[in-house]
Structures are given as C-alpha cells and as structure tokens.
C-alpha cells in the first residue's frame, strides 16, 4: 500500500440499539474514519431508496446513524433484522454514490471572528495567541500562511448535519497522517458570528447563525448555509447546503471580494460555484491526492 493511498479500515460488528420507543440507533465504530462514514451513507441511502413502511427519517452521522420510526407500523426488531440485511450486502469499496463539490469562499482572519477570538482569550489554551496562531504550531507549521495552505489544499467531505440546523461537519480527505487536528476551546464562547469557519478534533464547520461554539475560529464566509425560508438560489429543495455526501472546496479570498459576493447574496442574485459528481469510494483510497484534484477541477 503506497503512502499515497488510504487503507480501508476492517470494522467491527455493529451495534444496535433502541432509542426510546420510535427510534433505532446503529454504531459502525467508535472512531471517525472514512470507511465507517462511508458505510453510514451507503447504508441509509439503501434505506431511503427501499421506501420501508413505517421509517419516517433516517440520518447518518461521522460513524454512525439513526432511524426514526413510527412504531405503529413496525416494530424495532423487524427494523434492526431489514438494517442487518442492507449491512451485509454494502461493501463500501464497491458503492457510490450521487454527490456534489461546492466552492466555499473564506475570507481568513477577518475581522468580524478576530474580534470574537480576542474578547474570548480567557477561555483558550493559549490566551497569548490567535486560534490561528494557535493551530499553527499545534500541527507543526511555521506560520500561519502555511497552516490554511494545508486546510484549503484540499477538500473537505461533509460527513454529517448536526449541533444546530444546517451546521455541516467537514472531514478534510487526506490520509491520517495528513489530517488537521486541533482541540475546542477549554471552555466554550457564549458568542460566534454566523458564517464563521470554525475546526476542532478533525472537523472543520462553518456556522450557520451566530450562537455559542467552542470550535477554533479561522475566518467567514460570505455565503450562507443555511436558509429556513428558502428564498435563495440553490435552496429550493433545502434549507441546508451542503448536505452528508457533499464535498466543500475552502477557496481564500480577500476583502474585495467578500464583499462582492456578500451584496450579490443580499441582493439574491448569487449562485453557489457548484458541480454534480459521482463520488467512487474505491477511486478515493487508491490515490486521494490525484481523485481531489479531478473532484476540484469540475468546479473550474
């Protein structure tokens, strides 16, 4: 196996479990990684695309994934035994799926989140640094520059929806060896502003409205993900964007230009830089460097 590639990881059996009465709860693995993320995408598209009387919404997560049911019409049980059936026939190698690869526009070390980091130093690690400045040298760069050249160089996989309406969760898609890690704050910020990019563990996000957080912050986009009334282009059929499968492209933009596509969002007029793929799992762990660059060139 080269350094180049991404070995799949053997995961262990599942575990399943009740969640209260309407719910069933599947543990793939106890660890992110991306074959059990790719396994929780593949097994609730197969749900979806069987239709199952009585499963009213599944959702997958990093790795795992939930059910909602109406108990009314199945019972758990028959639930667990159809999941058991769909787990056994998935072979994550073997599977793909429809996907899409957005261009997310940041403006790095803007000022709106700099302001926020500097009124939270109490809170951090390091109350002498900026999170930036902080992740840098935590991940062995020299410089700042250097550290958002890593997180920017490649793209990012949204591997689940959650902490609040429309927040994606991004695994950036390198192997282990080259992932970002950072921890969150040591006590969490009452306050970030909405549209703040934010990493913590291996994660980065991108916060859809101003709230608490604990994650570092890096910068803003000036684009929304999400949008409850649905008034905004490439929101029609969501108020969340971008959805688990999808695939973020980070893009570093100056001022200028932020506030170019900030007016063109206000004014409803912008349209996200976006392309449909077919994301191949197998492509991806055989050569991750060379299959993110075909992934990124569809955008251009």
Same mark, same amino acid.
């Given at each position: 196996?080269?350094?180049?590639?991404?070995?799949?990881?053997?995961?262990?059996?599942?575990?399943?479990? +009740?969640?209260?009465?309407?719910?069933?709860?599947?543990?793939?693995?106890?660890?992110?990684?991306?074959?059990?993320?790719?396994?929780?995408?593949?097994?609730?598209?197969?749900?979806?695309?069987?239709?199952?009387?009585?499963?009213?919404?599944?959702?997958?997560?990093?790795?795992?994934?939930?059910?909602?049911?109406?108990?009314?019409?199945?019972?758990?049980?028959?639930?667990?035994?159809?999941?058991?059936?769909?787990?056994?026939?998935?072979?994550?190698?073997?599977?793909?799926?429809?996907?899409?690869?957005?261009?997310?526009?940041?403006?790095?070390?803007?000022?709106?989140?700099?302001?926020?980091?500097?009124?939270?130093?109490?809170?951090?690690?390091?109350?002498?640094?900026?999170?930036?400045? +902080?992740?840098?040298?935590?991940?062995?760069?020299?410089?700042?520059?250097?550290?958002?050249?890593?997180?920017?160089?490649?793209?990012?996989?949204?591997?689940?929806?959650?902490?609040?309406?429309?927040?994606?969760?991004?695994?950036?898609?390198?192997?282990?060896?080259?992932?970002?890690?950072?921890?969150?704050?040591?006590?969490?910020?009452?306050?970030?502003?909405?549209?703040?990019?934010?990493?913590?563990?291996?994660?980065?996000?991108?916060?859809?409205?101003?709230?608490?957080?604990? +994650?570092?912050?890096?910068?803003?986009?000036?684009?929304?993900?999400?949008?409850?009334?649905?008034?905004?282009?490439?929101?029609?059929?969501?108020?969340?964007?971008?959805?688990?499968?999808?695939?973020?492209?980070?893009?570093?933009?100056?001022?200028?230009?932020?506030?170019?596509?900030?007016?063109?969002?206000?004014?409803?007029?912008?349209?996200?830089?976006?392309?449909?793929?077919?994301?191949?799992?197998?492509?991806?762990?055989?050569?991750?460097?060379?299959?993110?660059?075909?992934?990124?060139?569809?955008?251009?």
């Amino acid at each position: 196996m080269s350094v180049d590639q991404i070995t799949p990881v053997e995961l262990p059996e599942p575990r399943y479990e +009740y969640g209260g009465d309407d719910h069933v709860f599947v543990e793939l693995a106890e660890e992110m990684s991306f074959t059990a993320n790719f396994k929780a995408m593949a097994i609730t598209q197969q749900v979806a695309e069987r239709d199952i009387d009585g499963i009213v919404e599944n959702c997958p997560s990093n790795a795992s994934y939930m059910l909602r049911i109406d108990p009314d019409v199945i019972h758990p049980d028959d639930v667990i035994a159809e999941l058991k059936s769909i787990e056994t026939d998935v072979h994550v190698e073997d599977y793909s799926w429809e996907s899409r690869i957005i261009d997310v526009p940041v403006l790095f070390e803007d000022p709106w989140t700099h302001e926020t980091v500097m009124n939270f130093r109490e809170r951090h690690q390091d109350p002498d640094a900026t999170d930036l400045e +902080y992740s840098a040298e935590l991940n062995g760069y020299n410089d700042v520059d250097s550290f958002i050249d890593a997180l920017v160089g490649a793209p990012h996989m949204v591997t689940m929806v959650g902490f609040v309406p429309g927040l994606p969760w991004c695994f950036q898609m390198v192997p282990q060896e080259q992932q970002l890690e950072v921890p969150k704050y040591v006590e969490p910020r009452t306050q970030t502003p909405s549209r703040a990019v934010g990493f913590g563990g291996a994660f980065s996000v991108v916060y859809p409205v101003e709230g608490a957080g604990g +994650y570092q912050l890096y910068g803003r986009t000036p684009v929304e993900v999400l949008d409850v009334d649905q008034e905004l282009p490439n929101f029609e059929e969501s108020m969340v964007l971008p959805n688990p499968g999808d695939i973020v492209r980070y893009r570093r933009i100056n001022r200028e230009e932020y506030d170019e596509i900030r007016t063109a969002i206000e004014d409803g007029t912008y349209e996200f830089e976006m392309a449909d793929v077919t994301f191949s799992p197998e492509e991806f762990f055989e050569a991750p460097a060379d299959y993110n660059a075909r992934l990124v060139e569809e955008l251009e």
